[in-house]
């Protein structure tokens, strides 16, 4: 059963003279799959995971994430992109706890599982190679380490679906390698859906089952490519 499902999704930003940024995007993705979205900058491949995170509703047709139309912000979804950012007034292991704070409001309650939080954030941050890093702040961590939070931030709610758009473009060649290697591990680890958006090819070839190709704007899917070949998956 599909786990993520667009069907005939239309979205145009502003009124009716706005940018059309999807015109008939379809995709379905299995749970558990790893899907790489590639297309020319400007198809709409950020609109597309705006839409699925229902962080901008589209026009016209539906989305549904693990069988519910997608209505609102979802959830049970994880997300990092190339430029997210650390709050600057937190050390590390406080920026990773804190999508936490917002799936849990209540204070009291978030208190009173701290020890299992910290716990398990500390158990992401040894997957990423940041052990011995929680008290330092943003501004104490080189960028590929910033981003090694940020997916550590993004999966701290042990969310079903993990979104990530370009979140290593900002990196050179090498951090970006060794990344991809991180990234698999934590896939391995906990299983998470993954949709992510990417301008490197190689990215996409090492990382996903499935390629999906995006036409010029407005985006919608224009090919798709099994990754042929078996990676380690146990
Ligand atoms: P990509 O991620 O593939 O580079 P985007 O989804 O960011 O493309 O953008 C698709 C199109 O929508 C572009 O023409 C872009 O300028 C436009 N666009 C993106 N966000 C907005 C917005 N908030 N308001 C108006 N137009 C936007
Ligand atoms: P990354 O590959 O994550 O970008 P770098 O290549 O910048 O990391 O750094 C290599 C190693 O240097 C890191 O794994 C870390 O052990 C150490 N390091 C980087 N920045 C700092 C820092 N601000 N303080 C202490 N150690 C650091």
């Known amino acids: 059963m599909a786990f993520v499902e667009l069907k005939d999704i239309w979205l145009r930003y502003g009124g009716t003279e706005g940018t059309l940024a999807l015109k008939n995007a379809s995709m379905s993705v299995r749970d558990g799959e790893f899907v790489a979205v590639v297309g020319p900058s400007g198809c709409g491949k950020s609109t597309l995971m705006k839409a699925v995170t229902g962080l901008w509703p589209p026009t016209r047709g539906e989305v549904t994430v693990a069988g519910s139309k997608v209505t609102g912000p979802v959830g049970i979804v994880g997300m990092a992109f190339q430029n997210s950012v650390q709050l600057p007034w937190r050390n590390t292991l406080d920026n ?139």
Request: net charge positive; with cysteine.
């Open 96 to 234: 990773i706890m804190l999508p936490l704070e917002i799936v849990e409001p209540h204070a009291s309650r978030l208190a009173a599982h701290k020890a299992e939080y910290v716990a398990k954030a500390r158990e992401l941050m040894g997957l990423v190679g940041l052990t011995g890093f929680e008290k330092r702040y943003p501004w104490q961590l080189s960028g590929g380490m910033q981003q090694r939070a940020s997916l550590c931030r993004a999966l701290i709610h042990e969310p079903k679906l993990l979104m990530l758009d370009e979140p290593f473009g900002a990196l050179d060649m090498f951090t970006r390698e060794e990344l991809w290697g991180v990234l698999q591990d934590l896939w391995m680890s906990k299983k998470p859906t993954v949709i992510l958006v990417t301008h490197d090819l190689r990215e996409a070839v090492f990382l996903a089952d499935r390629i999906l190709v995006m036409s010029a704007r407005p985006g919608r899917f224009v090919a798709e490519y099994n990754v042929p070949f078996p990676r380690p998956r146990t």
